[in-house]
């Protein structure tokens, strides 16, 4: 497999591979040696996990990870978590003859990693953040809406885990493959105040409660505060899609929605925060300092429509700020 990896890379002329390593002790040592611009890290491996070695990574010598995982249940849970601790992005293995999977994901493989030379990388930091006070706005006042991509499991994960047990509705588009998207809820689910659960057709939004969107469909919350979902086709090349989920949030709740945009590739989302903003509602989106990759965020403030552009570890309470407004 990693031979696979390396010859699948190196077909690409910007793309050099300077090493390998056969477990994650032996890619600490060569990471200092070495000095990558990318690391590509197996979830399974001998000695050290994926999963350690990324946390040591991000401890000590914080640079881009690209996790190599299988979409079964347990490498994927382990995967989710690698994203939380600063892995950039994944790319699923092969799950059948490997001459025909990997080519399928070769252009994935290659993209990823071109994205994470350029992602923004922070060491790891355990700091306290003030408690954020319960929300005094009526559950049906606000609607939240709140959009990621690369970077954006960690991204998500902190401000879920900052906002008190009554905030009001929120609704997450994270892209994400489908299945991964249940897993990321359910982890989400365990950690935090707020209730957390992936997406299913016919649910109501409710205060406390956030749900994401299921990877492969698009979102949209109607009038009645039902969530529908559809496999319309893909926004901004993405399927789930922030613009359709956003949109359908600025229409169903006017002046009180209001739209997150977090750090991401691309411009999912962008017209979005327009139609927020246009209603009155009030937008916030990830400053560049802490954006894993800024490219959405960027989209948004290029708008005009972005209220307020804030550090990652401020935006829970600027959310619950607008909530009171």
Same mark, same amino acid.
């Given at each position: 497999? #990693?031979?696979?990896?390396?010859?699948? &890379? #190196?077909?690409?002329?910007?793309?050099?591979?300077?090493?390998?390593?056969?477990?994650?002790?032996?890619? *600490?040592?060569?990471?200092?040696? *070495?000095?990558?611009?990318?690391?590509? &890290?197996?979830?399974?491996?001998?000695?050290?996990?994926?999963?350690?070695?990324?946390?040591? =990574?991000?401890?000590?010598?914080?640079?881009?990870?690209?996790?190599?995982?299988?979409?079964?249940?347990?490498?994927?849970?382990?995967?989710?978590?690698?994203?939380?601790?600063?892995?950039?992005?994944?790319?699923?293995?092969?799950?059948?003859?490997?001459?025909?999977?990997?080519?399928?994901?070769?252009?994935? &493989?290659?993209?990823?990693?071109?994205?994470?030379?350029?992602?923004?990388?922070?060491?790891?930091?355990?700091?306290?953040?003030?408690?954020?006070?319960?929300?005094? @706005?009526?559950?049906?006042?606000?609607?939240?809406?709140?959009?990621?991509?690369?970077?954006?499991?960690?991204?998500?994960?902190?401000? *879920?885990?900052?906002?008190?047990?009554?905030?009001?509705?929120?609704?997450?588009? #994270?892209?994400?493959?489908?299945?991964?998207?249940?897993?990321?809820?359910?982890?989400?689910?365990?950690?935090?105040? =707020?209730?957390?659960?992936?997406?299913?057709?016919?649910?109501?939004?409710?205060?406390?409660?956030?749900?994401?969107?299921?990877?492969?469909?698009?979102?949209?919350?109607?009038?009645?505060?039902?969530?529908?979902?559809?496999?319309?086709?893909?926004?901004?090349?993405?399927?789930?899609?922030?613009?359709?989920?956003?949109?359908?949030?600025?229409?169903?709740?006017?002046?009180?929605?209001?739209?997150?945009? &977090?750090?991401?590739?691309?411009?999912?989302?962008?017209?979005?925060?327009?139609?927020?903003?246009?209603?009155?509602?009030?937008?916030?989106?990830?400053?560049?300092?802490?954006?894993?990759?800024?490219?959405?965020?960027?989209?948004?403030?290029?708008?005009?429509?972005?209220?307020?552009?804030?550090?990652?570890?401020? =935006?829970?309470?600027?959310?619950?700020? @607008?909530?009171?407004?």
């Amino acid at each position: 497999m #990693q031979k696979v990896l390396v010859d699948l &890379l #190196q077909s690409d002329s910007q793309i050099s591979v300077i090493g390998t390593a056969r477990d994650g002790e032996e890619a *600490l040592s060569k990471i200092k040696s *070495l000095h990558p611009d990318v690391v590509t &890290l197996d979830i399974e491996m001998p000695r050290m996990n994926g999963l350690t070695t990324v946390r040591k =990574i991000m401890e000590t010598n914080p640079l881009p990870v690209v996790m190599i995982s299988a979409l079964a249940q347990r490498e994927a849970q382990l995967t989710l978590k690698a994203l939380e601790f600063g892995a950039v992005d994944y790319v699923p293995k092969p799950s059948g003859p490997i001459s025909l999977n990997m080519n399928a994901v070769k252009t994935e &493989l290659i993209s990823k990693v071109k994205t994470a030379a350029s992602a923004n990388i922070r060491r790891v930091k355990t700091r306290a953040m003030e408690a954020i006070a319960p929300s005094t @706005a009526k559950s049906s006042d606000r609607i939240i809406s709140i959009a990621a991509s690369t970077g954006g499991p960690a991204a998500v994960a902190y401000v *879920l885990r900052h906002v008190p047990e009554n905030t009001p509705p929120i609704l997450v588009v #994270q892209h994400m493959q489908k299945g991964m998207t249940k897993l990321f809820a359910e982890g989400l689910n365990q950690e935090c105040k =707020i209730k957390v659960k992936e997406a299913e057709e016919g649910d109501v939004v409710q205060e406390g409660f956030a749900l994401i969107a299921p990877g492969g469909s698009h979102m949209v919350v109607a009038k009645n505060g039902k969530i529908n979902l559809t496999t319309s086709p893909p926004v901004n090349y993405v399927r789930p899609s922030a613009d359709v989920m956003m949109k359908s949030a600025a229409k169903t709740y006017a002046a009180k929605s209001i739209g997150v945009i &977090l750090t991401g590739m691309g411009v999912d989302g962008a017209k979005g925060i327009e139609a927020i903003k246009k209603k009155g509602g009030v937008t916030i989106a990830q400053d560049k300092k802490t954006c894993v990759v800024f490219g959405m965020p960027d989209a948004a403030i290029k708008t005009g429509c972005v209220d307020f552009v804030t550090p990652l570890e401020g =935006i829970p309470k600027e959310i619950m700020d @607008a909530c009171e407004d």
